[in-house]
């Protein structure tokens, strides 16, 4: 990796490329775009949460006037079972039947059928005279009745996975994983101090701001361009191609500004719909989900049911830990069990552990991936359990992570030793930090939490072009959500020596880069920018050989300092260097245009850890809490754009303290969600907030070439601990259930002054 | 010789054994080896993520291995 030391732009916080057309209006999201002869496609939703369909008759929509086509699961392709690849696809067949139910509806909201028509309110006339019947059935609404043995089925044909036999008989219970070491029992046996707790978290919805959107494009030939909001056009495609058994090559995908998606947006939900109707109708078809749709029909995180027990000995060490989790995965399988059952313990050096992890269909939307999926819920539970483990030892609960915490060499749980790591840095760095010695107000209460994410690497490219003046354009395939464009540009400026201002970054569409994943599992810096570093050695390697045939010198003899090229040492030519200008001014004479080149499946993405300390204080009377103050800590590898590194780590603060205070998804008992709109589902507002202090750590990934960890995704998993931490500090009761909202609070207050 | 280790949902393709020793030189060649000892254990594996001395690899196909490394399978992390 390159040296730490000095560098000249890296670490920096310039303008991003892309900030003037986003506060000027501009930009264009998923819903901006307008063609010529479009019109508006809308889904008829179900108003069940479980039903079979006996049928459905769509002529009368048909027939009406301004309704060019209509499509029900009937013009879909049959869906075969296949794995989907890449990020938040799974099983091509259930992929298929959430965008389209065919035989059963299996949530309200469940898309039946689809029309589109010359207006909105065309097709909204055209979804009332779509007739279907429905047998409605007993929808599975909860965990605990979801894992009971006589449990109404969501599947009929869903054998639990990763048993040593298949069942006998079908479960909602979709899988099951088991991790372990050492002997609990034993282990048990010689703590000094036991913790148990039960702790449940309902549905939390991502909160993207800007609902999904598309406009698909067919022509005559079959050929389609899809422009849609999504966090990974080459992945659309893919998923798009498979639900409708297209060729990719027939499939352009144009990946809008994104008004984010947190994991929410790497799956196709309106994509193959828009096709199939413009396919029908041969116009231009724009679909747009209202905030309620969204809500209704795309995925939360999973609800779930976590019981931890931690076992230590009056010293601190942590000598027994066990888990039992259950995540609802919505209507099909897929919740992130796996990587919540992997990180619950990750933080900490265990001889003796046990995680059992079950993945259950429930009659809910099905379960997307939300920031660090899977890890926020169970390391809310250990991280709680944490902090009653320390009020029972008096400990300090810095110093009882500290005791246990893993480091470089360290069995993780899920098997690896960890590489270089940064949690004890983060958690000296906390309690180093004037924020957590500082006093508290009177009644008010301080929580910490340690937080963990695996990040990944996978499957990036990019090109950077040099123009006739020697600036310098790079051309990757991540949609931008976090700012990535001006974190290329800043790798790209200091790989090649050239001011930041010189360099622009630009998202090519699925026709004009090469493939690249998804933007998300923190892999976007980390990956794709190891892709612009390696284009960028292209060029550097390709500017030394044209200066060294300028020159007349072997290659060997040119060195590339500063952004530009230098006769090595010693070498024996009277030659002024040359910059990155010089050679690109000349291009046509020593062999045309500078084009680097770079593809890779990155590897080596560095853990990432964090340290929150949260101080609340608490209404008892309302049970309204105030969050005074929070600090976010984390390990960034290093930080390519800082500023943008503080901004993840602040909305992820801002997510997770939603997450903790406020946000659940209510349903009815017929499995109709009471509160899709913002109004009733409450996510955190800037009056709600205070501002958000970060620290970033530095221990450099030795993976990257400067060191990148991925940062999108830790910040959200300590807050909810950390904050139901600081609320237990405050009122000095354990409440093990989120959402922290008033009325939970009031009761748990009346609950134990009863 | 490679210690190679694998997880709970992964001992149906071993017939139980958790972990094992085995002769290669890089990956490829211990999937090879793998799918020799235990038949049908190609594609799952292929599928899973691996850690190898601590570097976790989504697809270490490419990657060579040393006597004494250590081969962790594990599920593919995804991601939001």
New interface residues.
């Given amino acids: 990796m390159a040296e730490a030391v000095d560098y000249k732009v890296i670490g920096t916080s310039p303008i991003r490329p892309d900030g003037v057309d986003k506060v000027t209006g501009r930009a264009q999201y998923g819903a901006d775009l307008n063609l010529p002869n479009m019109i508006y496609g809308r889904v008829l939703r179900s108003p069940h949460a479980h039903a079979r369909i006996k049928r459905i008759d769509t002529s009368r929509a048909e027939a009406m006037k301004g309704v060019y086509s209509v499509v029900s699961g009937k013009d879909f392709p049959e869906a075969e079972h296949g794995?989907i690849g890449g990020?938040?696809g799974g099983d091509i067949s259930d992929l298929a039947k959430n965008i389209m139910a065919r035989d059963k509806v299996l949530y309200h909201g469940h898309p039946v059928a689809a029309v589109a028509a010359r207006s909105q309110r065309v097709a909204e006339e055209a979804l009332a005279a779509i007739e279907v019947e429905y047998e409605v059935l007993t929808p599975v609404l909860d965990l605990d009745t979801a894992m009971a043995s006589d449990a109404p089925l969501v599947d009929e044909n869903c054998y639990t996975?990763?048993l040593?036999?298949k069942p006998d008989k079908p479960s909602n219970i979709a899988?099951v994983?088991?991790?372990?070491r050492g002997d609990v029992d034993q282990g048990f046996e010689q703590a000094d101090v036991i913790v148990e707790g039960e702790y449940r978290i309902p549905a939390a919805h991502?909160g993207y701001i800007e609902p999904h959107a598309c406009i698909a494009n067919t022509n005559e030939s079959g050929q389609s361009t899809v422009w849609c909001c999504t966090q990974g056009h080459f992945e659309f495609r893919a998923m798009t191609a498979k639900v409708l058994n297209m060729n990719v090559a027939d499939l352009k995908f144009v990946a809008s500004e994104i008004g984010g998606?947190?994991?929410?947006k790497?799956v196709v939900y309106l994509e193959p719909v828009a096709v199939l109707l413009s396919r029908k109708a041969h116009r231009p078809v724009k679909m747009m989900m209202t905030r309620e749709e969204v809500f209704r029909a795309t995925g939360p995180a999973s609800g779930t049911h976590i019981k931890v027990k931690v076992g230590a000995r009056k010293d601190g060490t942590i000598t027994a830990a066990t888990a039992w989790m259950a995540y609802e995965a919505g209507a099909f399988a897929g919740a992130?069990m796996?990587?919540g059952a992997?990180s619950v313990f990750a933080p900490y050096d265990l001889e003796n552990f046990k995680v059992e992890a079950f993945d259950v269909l429930v009659n809910k939307p099905k379960v997307a991936?939300?920031?660090?999926?899977g890890a926020p819920q169970s390391m809310h539970a250990m991280e709680c359990a944490l902090d009653e483990l320390a009020r029972k030892l008096g400990m300090d609960p810095i110093d009882l992570r500290l005791k246990n915490a893993a480091d470089e060499g360290t069995q993780a749980p899920?098997?690896?030793?960890?590489?270089a790591i940064g949690l004890k840095a983060c958690l000296n760095a906390a309690k180093n930090h004037p924020n957590y010695t500082k006093p508290l107000p009177e009644g008010a209460g301080r929580g910490i939490a340690v937080g963990f994410?695996?990040?990944?690497?996978?499957q990036s490219s990019a090109e950077v072009h040099i123009n006739e003046n020697g600036t310098v354009t790079v051309v990757e395939g991540n949609p931008d959500i976090g700012g990535s464009r001006a974190s290329m540009c800043l790798m790209a400026a200091e790989t090649l020596g050239v001011p930041y201002e010189q360099v622009r970054a630009i998202i090519g569409d699925t026709e004009s880069t090469g493939f690249s994943n998804v933007t998300?599992?923190?892999?976007t810096t980390f990956a794709t920018g190891m892709a612009v570093v390696r284009a960028c050695e292209d060029i550097i390697a390709q500017c030394r050989a044209r200066a060294a045939a300028t020159w007349g010198v072997d290659e060997d003899q040119v060195l590339w300092e500063d952004g530009q090229a230098t006769p090595a040492p010693g070498v024996n030519a009277d030659v002024k260097p040359l910059s990155l200008a010089d050679i690109a001014a000349n291009a046509a004479k020593t062999g045309g245009p500078l084009l680097g080149r770079a593809s890779l499946?990155a590897?080596?993405?560095g853990a990432s850890f964090s340290v929150n300390i949260a101080d609340v204080q608490v209404d008892r009377e309302t049970g309204k809490v105030d969050v005074l103050g929070f600090t976010a800590i984390q390990d960034a590898g290093r930080a390519i754009h800082k500023a943008y590194v503080e901004g993840q780590m602040q909305g992820g603060a801002a997510q997770g303290l939603g997450w903790a205070l406020n946000e659940e998804y209510i349903y009815d008992a017929n499995g109709v969600m009471q509160n899709a709109g913002f109004l009733d589902y409450r996510i955190p507002v800037a009056s709600d907030l205070p501002m958000i202090d970060c620290e970033i750590v530095e221990v450099p990934n030795p993976?990257h070439p400067y060191g990148v960890r991925?940062v999108?995704?830790t910040p959200i998993v300590a807050p909810l601990a950390a904050t139901a931490n600081a609320v237990r500090d405050a009122v000095g009761i354990r409440i093990h259930d989120l959402p922290l909202s008033p009325p939970r609070i009031v009761a748990a207050i009346d609950a134990a002054g009863s | 010789m490679v210690r190679v280790v694998f997880p709970q949902h992964l001992l149906s393709v071993t017939g139980g054994e958790r972990e094992v020793a085995v002769e290669a030189d890089n990956f490829r060649e211990l999937l090879e080896a793998l799918e020799a000892r235990f038949p049908g254990s190609r594609e799952p594996l292929a599928k899973s993520a691996a850690a190898v001395d601590g570097q976790i690899y989504q697809d270490a196909f490419l990657e060579p291995l040393e006597p004494g490394s250590e081969v962790f399978f594990m599920q593919r992390i995804e991601g939001g």
């Fill in positions: 794995e990020e938040g996975k990763n040593p036999e899988a994983m088991q991790l372990g991502q998606g947190f994991g929410g790497t992130p796996g990587p992997m991936a939300y920031r660090a999926p899920y098997g690896p030793k960890f590489p994410w695996f990040n990944v690497g996978m998300g599992g923190s892999r499946n590897q080596g993405a993976s991925g999108g995704e």
